[in-house]
T-cell receptor, first 116, second 117 residues
Framework: DTEVTQTPKHLVMGMTNKKSLKCEQHMGHRAMYWYKQKAKKPPELMFVYSYEKLSINESVPSRFSPECPNSSLLNLHLHALQPEDSALYLC???????????????FGPGTRLTVL | AQSVTQPDIHITVSEGASLELRCNYSYGATPYLFWYVQSPGQGLQLLLKYFSGDTLVQGIKGFEAEFKRSQSSFNLRKPSVHWSDAAEYFCAVGARGYGGSQGNLIFGKGTKLSVKP
């Protein structure tokens, strides 16, 4: 199984709502990632988990809260978002890089988020 | 600092014509290089990767890329484009992490490929 799944596919939320995005992989990867992608732009890294521990937080506002309950699951909890947070949120996973080197990342289909 | 440049924002080719998408990188050591493709509203799919060895790498869907260290380039090619190849293409370099931190991908801005019938 070389698939990364993400739910939901689409999400519309108000600025006072709390919602969560979910990501799952069964490739035995120990590194998982959240990216934000605006239209016509490349993905921007938000968070990296390595062995279920947060290893990189790219100065993301606290209204985004990641969680890695186990090695197969990655969540992104959303609270009090702003309209400018509307974007495609992509999850990815990879084998754990050794020596700081980078392995290929496998991406999910994304969640299209709209904040009203 | 590591960076990736894709000079062409948008390219249009006729179906059946050959394709070359350009990618230049800036990286101090031997880079790990990737090409991803993204169809509208979808996630990214890996086309091919270069880690070491043979500088001409073959990927999925008939794509290939050539690593040229002297030109700091990793251009993507396909001999005959199909209408289904219309998508956004991203070149990425794997940046080494330091001090025990995770290495990560640095993406170019992407090239949109349109295919004329």
């Amino acid at each position: 199984d070389t698939e990364v799944t993400q739910t939901p596919k689409h999400l519309v939320m108000g600025m006072t709502n709390k919602k969560s995005l979910k990501c799952e992989q069964h490739m035995g990867h120990r590194a998982m990632y959240w990216y934000k992608q605006k239209a016509k732009k490349p993905p921007e890294l938000m968070f990296v988990y390595s062995y279920e521990k947060l290893s990189i937080n790219e100065s993301v506002p606290s209204r985004f809260s990641p969680e890695c309950p186990n090695s197969s699951l990655l969540n992104l909890h959303l609270h009090a978002l702003q309209p400018e947070d509307s974007a495609l949120y992509l999850c990815a996973s990879s084998q754990e890089p050794t020596g700081g080197l980078v392995n290929e990342q496998f991406f999910g289909p994304g969640t299209r988020l709209t904040v009203l | 600092a590591q960076s990736v440049t894709q000079p062409d924002i948008h390219i249009t080719v006729s179906e059946g014509a050959s394709l070359e998408l350009r990618c230049n990188y800036s990286y101090g050591a031997t880079p790990y290089l990737f090409w991803y493709v993204q169809s509208p509203g979808q996630g990214l799919q890996l086309l091919l990767k270069y880690f070491s060895g043979d500088t001409l790498v073959q990927g999925i869907k008939g794509f290939e890329a050539e690593f040229k260290r002297s030109q700091s380039s990793f251009n993507l090619r396909k001999p005959s484009v199909h209408w289904s190849d219309a998508a956004e293409y991203f070149c990425a370099v794997g940046a080494r992490g330091y001090g025990g931190s995770q290495g990560n991908l640095i993406f170019g801005k992407g090239t949109k490929l349109s295919v004329k019938p």
